[in-house]
Every structure is written in C-alpha cells, then in structure tokens.
C-alpha cells in the first residue's frame, strides 16, 4: 500500500485531498466547543467584565494611541446575551449556536482586528491579536474560526479605511515583523483547533466502540441462552422418556451458570467503567487467599480451562488495597489470558495459565503467565492505556488501564513480559504490608 | 429443484470460540446428523483441508463402477458393494457452519483457508458484523450467513443445513449422469417427478443412486436395508410385459404389467445374478404427467454384500458430539 503510494504521487495527492475534503466538508460543525451552561455563563461573564476592564486599563493606566469607552461598552454588553436565560438553558440549539457566534465574531476577529488596525499595530495590540487567535479557536469550530478570522480581518480594515483615525504608515521592517508573529500565532491556532478535533472525534469513537463491545459480549451468552430453550422444548416432549427428567435438570443448571457468568461480565464492565473515580476503601489483603478465591470462582467456560491454571504459592503476603478491586484486577487478567490461550492454535495443557504468589526483594509479588499468542514489543508499552486494545475486534482496551490504577493505588506497579507467540507474564509487584 | 441422482449423509462441522454455545447445538441438532464441534480455527481448518484428497477418491471410486458398467459388470451390485466397504464415506462434510467473530482468526479467514474443500459455507455472524457477511456472500466466499440473534436460531440453522444437504453435489450428478440416457434423465428433471422422487427418497432411505440399465434407484435405509425402486416409463411397459412372459410369468401377470398394475423385478435379479421366482409387485404412477411408473422392491438380505451396515450403525460408533479443543 505505501509503496504503491510512494511510486505514483498522483495517487498519494488524490487521498490527502480526499482526507482535506472529508476534514473540511464531512465532519459535523461543533459551533460550541463544550456547550455547558456554565462554561457558556463564565465566556459572558468574562465579555461584560473584561472590556470595560480593559477599557480603562488601555485607556486611562496604559494609555494606548486609540480606545473607545462607547466600543467598549457595546462589546461588554454583547456579554449579558451569552448569559441570557435562552441561550444558557439550551446551549445544544440551533438559535443559541447561532447567538454564540455572532457575539464572538463581532467581540473577538471584527473588534481586535479594528483596534489593532487604529493602533497601527503596536506592541500592545500585536499581542492582543494573537492571543484573540488563540481563544477564537478554543471556543469554536476550527473551520468556523478560521472563516470568522478572514471575514472579521476584512470588515474591520474596510470599516477603518472608511471611518478610522489616520495613522502614519507602518516602516517594512514593521511590517513584516508582525505578519510573522500573527501567521506563527494563526497556524498554530489552526493545528491545535484541528488536532482537538480530531480526538475529540477519537474520544467518541472509543466510547461507542466500548459500548459497542460490551453489548456484544453480552449477546453471545444470549446466544447460548437462547439455544437452551430450544433444548427445553425439545427435551420437554420427550420428558417421560429415561433420563428426560435428568436431562430437564441438567439444562436448568446451566441456565443458572449461564446467568451467573453474564452477572459476573457485568460486574466486570462496570468495575472497569469506573477507571477514573475508583473507590477509596482500603483494608489489609492476604495475597495467597485472594488469589485462591478468585482461581476458585472465575467463570470459566469449560473444563480445559478450568485445569489449565496453575495457582503456586511460594510465600503469602498482605498488601493494602481494596480486596474487591483487587480480585477484579486478577479477573481481568485471567480473562486476557484466557483470551490469548483461545487465540493459539492448540488446547491448552495445565500450566499453561500460571499464577504465583511470593515475596522477592522486600516486594511482594503477583506473577500471572500464559502461554497464549503472546503481545507485539511495540504494543507492549500502550497495553495499559486506557481503550488500547490489542485486539480490537473483541477488546475495548479498559481491563489493564483498570489493572494499572487499582496496582498503582496500593502503592504497586504492574509490567509486562512477552514476546509474539510465546506467552506473556504480567508481574505485579505491591510494597507489603506488615 | 432437480432431484440428486447420488445422494447420501454427511458431516456438518461448526466453528464456535464458545463452549456452551457449541454443547448446547450438540444437544438441539437432528440426532440423524453427524456433528462436529471444533473450538479452534486451527484444529478444524486442519481436519478439513484432510479431505479434498478423501473426496477426490471417492470420486474416483465412483468413476471406476461407472466404467466397470460400460464393459458388462451391473451397477447394482457393484453400488452395493461400494456402500459395504466405503463406511468412510458417512464421515466427509458437506456444510461447515463458521462463527464470524472469534480470537486470533475471523471466521472469513478461517473459510478463507478452505480454497479446495467442496462442502457448503455459512457464516454465523452478530448483528454488527452483517456488512462483512454481506459482502463476503456478494465475494461468493460464502453460501449463506445467519444472525446469531435471529429468532429460533436452532430451527433456522436446521432449515438451512437440511437445505444444503438436499443439494445435488456436481460432481458427482456428472459421475451418474452417464449411467443414465438421455430420456431417462429428461423424465427425472419433470417437476413433479423430482418433487415425488424427493419425498419418497427422503421416507424411505438415507442414501440413493439413480442408474439407468436397469432404469431404477437404489437406496438404502439408515439401519443397512437395502431396496430397488423400479422405474419404467409408459412406452416401457409392453417390453417388460414380453420379457416377463418370455420368462415363465402367466398370460394374466404379464396384462397387468402391459396395463401399468404392477412392475416386476426381473431386471433386479439380472443384475443381482441371483434367479429366483418373479415378484410382481403393485406400481404406482409418479409424477402428474402419468408418464413414469414406480414400484418398490426390497433387495433381499442374501443379495446383500457382508458389512451392509448401514448409517445408523456407523453414527453409533462414529457419532459421539464432543467439542474438539
């Protein structure tokens, strides 16, 4: 792919302009980054209370070459329509999306690039002007900003050509010094406002794949559920048959497993949703029983499984975390490696999920090694950010980002070993507690 | 549809990361069936990448009767003879059923390491996976995909299956087209012939052959029986009354066959090279068109090839449903 990229540029051209087109034309319009109502109530605060303020900073502490209180006092005022109860209460509408940039054209690209104009540019000014650059792109859509710069830019300088104080001509030198810093200023702008775009756009594709994946690890125990009660009604005609009873029997056990393995998911997902406000109990955790609990009641989905883990116990310790946390950071293990032993190409043996509890170098330590499809060295260093997943089909890249807090939260830190199709070994290490 | 001139039961292989789902089809599929259960890509693609070369000499068996027949040895027999000593045959798969979303290896790409196995594709596949499906059927990488969400998945997927199954395989309808002239195979492609055939095939046996000298099918049953429906058309009927009566059958006997009452097996025992005393057996007409006549005629145990044992004996010691890890 890229080398056929690289030997004909024609091709390279056409998808960056089809990437530009997309950029520009495709993407949704946010016109209000971040639309709360309190964010919105603080931009009009800040408009009603700055301008006066600056008003008489430039006009009366630091007097500037041109100010004017009766500018100022319009623009303040633009401030109180941004704290109107129509706009704040629905800051998502199209009227309120359309009031915002109306008031931050005129206060932000029309009103600086005015003042800049009538104070020829001065040091004051040319930093004012930059620093308006910046903010215009922080509070709405990149493309919208880079429109209402060309455009107010524009009407200011016709509106000063017609009515403006005259101004002695600018030296060369000046000149192009200021061209400089305000083309530096807007490019930077311009990327910035770009690439948060872009993650914003990222953000919300993590969110919904997640969620996308959490439903569908929720359908494929349905899937089962469902095939059982075709089996109910098979085996309830045959009921009167030998052994139809037993068999009715056996099906509602595994109705009652099935269920209590997508209660056990859904504990999971809900634990790992709650990455960034874990809860701050803390009590002394004996390694070895935990560790045992957990061996003991994992939902495996069959025997094999079940025999493939090998739990040794060198020497027990006690650590400070929250046990249920904590057994939820082994299940998430347990459940990766799982996942990589199902990836190989053949059943796995007994040992080849091992997990050992001991104590090394004053350390107490949690070694969890399988013998799966094993994780790429680059993808090593990125497995515990959060909605990494090395598998993003069926992964929604949470369950070690979680590992990570939880370990990091009792004072721990959790690495891992690997390499491609020879295993992983992730080793918690946690300071104990005596 | 046109009714298979060579039939018989195959394997049906699913594909599945998840036990349950797989122990619980083991329990809701046709006990007729012969699952397999496979929990890895890699196991399963191995398994049947093992049988082009199987198919192929089947094929090839079946060729060679085909040419035996062109040089004086009767079909009958040697069909008979093939049934007793080829018991592998039951174990070749005809339908594979994938699921699409599995770790290390998407169903598609498991599918796309079958390129010369012959059998029927599905693709079992979640709601958000049904582009892929789509496209994949539109690719001709697959012959159908199910949902797994779909309502009564177990009665779908066995609709699905049984419809598969009930497809003539190609190669072999070329094989036992040549054992056939062309009116024969012109009088089977009739619809209502085919649709007659069809379900007299499926009430009485699990497996058949058409052949055309004599013009019949032999079938067997899933407990080893074996038995002849004789066919004749009705421009047929005043030659085998004449053979009949060249053969010793009374005046009356031989009416009754002229007037398209009953059929009788003499060609049977011909083939068979076993005479005996002539069955006459009542015919009936297959088919609207009143052209074609049936009767159907047990084949007698001592005709019978030793080690005619049947489908039901091999699922019993072939047939157990274990998920393959």
């Known amino acids: 792919m890229i080398r056929t990229l690289w030997s004909s540029p024609g091709a390279w051209v056409r998808m960056w302009c089809a990437r530009i087109r997309a950029e520009l034309l495709q993407e949704q319009l946010v016109l209000i980054l971040h639309p709360s109502r309190w964010r919105l109530r603080w931009l009009g605060l800040f408009t009603l209370v700055g301008h006066p303020l600056f008003g008489w900073i430039w006009g009366q502490w630091l007097p500037q070459p041109y100010e004017s209180p009766a500018l100022r006092a319009v623009m303040g005022t633009l401030g109180l329509l941004l704290i109107s109860e129509s706009i704040t209460n629905d800051p998502s509408s199209k009227l309120s999306a359309r009031i915002f940039s109306v008031v931050f054209w005129i206060q932000l690209p029309v009103f600086f690039s005015w003042m800049y104009l009538c104070n020829n540019g001065n040091t004051v000014w040319l930093a004012s002007f930059c620093a308006m650059v910046l903010i215009y792109y922080h509070v709405t859509d990149w493309r919208a900003a880079t429109l209402g710069t060309v455009s107010g830019a524009l009407l200011a300088w016709t509106l000063f050509q017609a009515f403006g104080p005259a101004v002695s001509p600018m030296s060369q030198q000046q000149f192009s010094i200021n061209a400089v810093v305000i083309a530096f200023s807007w490019a930077s702008a311009m990327l910035l406002g770009l690439s948060s775009a872009n993650l914003r756009r990222e953000h919300l594709q993590h969110t919904l794949t997640t969620m996308g994946i959490m439903a569908h690890e929720l359908r494929t125990p349905l899937a089962t559920m469902s095939l059982i009660g075709d089996a109910v009604r098979n085996e309830s005609r045959q009921v009167k048959e030998p052994g139809g009873g037993q068999r009715l029997d056996q099906l509602v056990v595994r109705l009652h497993t099935l269920v209590r393995n997508m209660n056990q998911q859904i504990d999971t997902q809900i634990a790992n949703a709650r990455l960034l406000r874990l809860p701050t109990h803390r009590e002394s955790v004996a390694a070895a029983a935990l560790l045992r609990n957990v061996v003991k009641d994992y939902p495996y989905r069959n025997s094999r499984e079940r025999e493939s883990v090998v739990l040794v116990l060198r020497k027990d310790f006690s650590f400070e975390s929250s046990y249920r946390l904590f057994a939820q950071v082994i299940n998430n293990l347990l459940k990766n490696a799982f996942r990589a032993l199902a990836a190989t190409s053949s059943a796995a043996k007994p040992g080849d999920l091992r997990i050992e509890v001991g104590v090394l170098n004053g350390y107490g330590r949690i070694i969890v090694t399988d013998q799966g499809t094993g994780i790429a060295p680059e993808l090593q260093a990125r497995i515990f950010e959060p909605f990494f997943s090395t598998d993003r089909g069926t992964g929604h890249g949470l369950g070690l980002a979680f590992c990570q807090q939880v370990v990091e939260g009792a004072g721990g830190s959790i690495r891992v070993k690997s390499e491609p199709g020879r295993g992983a070994i992730f080793i918690i290490e946690l300071p104990i507690l005596r | ?325």
Request: net charge negative.
């Open chain 2, 1 to 325: 549809m046109s009714f298979p001139l060579f039939h018989r039961p195959g394997a049906i292989v699913f594909l599945d990361d998840d036990p349950a789902y797989l122990e619980m089809l083991a329990m809701v599929l046709p006990r007729q069936w012969h699952v397999k259960l496979y929990l890895r890509p890699q196991t399963c693609i191995n398994q049947l990448q093992q049988e082009p070369p199987l198919w192929e000499a089947d094929a090839w068996t079946q060729q060679e009767m085909i040419e035996r027949w062109r040089t004086g040895s009767p079909l009958i027999p040697q069909v008979l003879n093939y049934w007793a000593s080829h018991t592998a045959r039951f174990g070749l798969a005809r339908v594979c059923v994938f699921d699409y979303a599995m770790p290390g290896m998407d169903g598609l790409q498991a599918l796309g390491e079958l390129t010369d196995w012959p059998g029927g594709r599905v693709l079992l596949t979640g709601q958000a996976d049904e582009h892929v499906a789509v496209s994949a059927f539109n690719r001709g990488l697959i012959d159908q995909f199910i949902a797994k969400q779909t309502v009564d998945i177990s009665q779908h997927l066995i609709t699905v299956i049984q419809r598969m199954l009930a497809q003539p395989q190609i190669r072999y309808s070329q094989i036992w087209r040549a054992a056939l002239t062309q009116p024969q195979h012109a009088l089977l492609q009739v619809p209502s012939v085919a649709r007659q055939l069809a379900s007299l095939a499926s009430s009485h046996w699990v497996e058949h052959v058409v052949i055309g000298q004599p013009f019949g099918i032999l079938g067997m049953d899933a407990d080893g029986r074996a038995s002849w429906l004789q066919l004749e058309s009705a421009a047929g009927l005043a030659d085998l009354a004449e053979l009949a009566e060249s053969q010793g059958l009374k005046a009356a006997a031989a009416d009754d066959i002229r007037a398209g009452r009953h059929l009788v097996d003499l060609e049977l025992q011909q083939a068979l090279g076993q005479p005996g005393p002539a069955r006459l057996i009542p015919a009936f007409s297959i088919g609207h068109e009143g052209t074609l006549l049936g009767a159907l005629f047990p084949v007698e145990l001592a005709a019978s090839p030793p080690g005619l044992t049947g489908y039901k004996h091999w699922l019993k010691k072939h047939g157990r449903r274990t998920v393959r890890d």
